[in-house]
């Protein structure tokens, strides 16, 4: 008769716990259920929406050499689209720096230093990061702006940059009438270039005529 009493004591204790907390326990596994639910989809609409970018982004490339007027607005108008409607994705950074060369193109310096200055500020793949900033140094100092742009350079790279940034700060000191700086900055370029198997052709032209006027 005790492990009875001891039993319906047991059930009667589960039911009182039920009526006090029941609610509250549903609730938590609602919340905690609706959560996941929500992050998945969230993940789905996120991949579904990388896809939309990635086949617009495609579009962008299959026509972008061509000379045809209606392509060439085309091209233009799936750029927007990129930058607008897929603006969290990494494809509004590439329409950037597609926007970057056509307003270099077009003589309009300063837009295309907005364009390369929004991905330096939004990329997280940090090559597309140092692609931007060395593209952005050669704006600001086709700008004039030659103290900005060696500002720009002077920052670490990883290897695949390296001899990029190198010709930049050459190509900076040059302007500036630096030519013992220029000269070491084109001779570690030229290192760079051949430590990742680079040949640029018009980087020893740079190096060869400083050594001349040496």
Not at 126 to 136: K, P, S
Request: charge should be negative; proline fraction near 0%; charged fraction near 25%.
């Amino acid at each position: 008769m005790t492990e009875m009493r001891t039993e319906e004591e047991q059930i009667e204790a589960i039911k009182n716990w039920w009526k006090e907390n029941g609610k509250q326990t549903v609730v938590a596994v609602v919340v905690v259920a609706a959560s996941w639910f929500g992050f998945q989809g969230y993940k789905a609409q996120e991949q579904a929406t990388g896809e939309a970018a990635s086949a617009i982004y495609q579009q962008v490339l299959a026509i972008n050499e061509s000379t045809d007027e209606a392509d060439k607005g085309r091209r233009s108008l799936l750029l927007d689209q990129l930058s607008g409607e897929y603006k969290d994705t990494v494809y509004a950074q590439y329409a950037a720096l597609f926007n970057a060369k056509d307003a270099v193109d077009a003589d309009d310096l300063a837009l295309a230093e907005t364009e390369l200055r929004s991905v330096m500020n939004n990329a997280k793949d940090a090559a597309l990061t140092q692609l931007a900033t060395a593209r952005l140094a050669r704006v600001l100092l086709a700008m004039d702006k030659a103290d900005e742009a060696l500002e720009l350079v002077q920052a670490s790279t990883t290897a695949a940059f390296e001899a990029e940034f190198e010709e930049t700060k050459g190509d900076i000191y040059f302007a500036k009438g630096d030519q013992d700086n220029a000269r070491d900055a084109y001779s570690k370029a030229v290192v760079a270039a051949q430590r990742i198997g680079a040949n640029n052709p018009v980087l020893q032209m740079k190096l060869d005529d400083l050594a001349v006027s040496k």
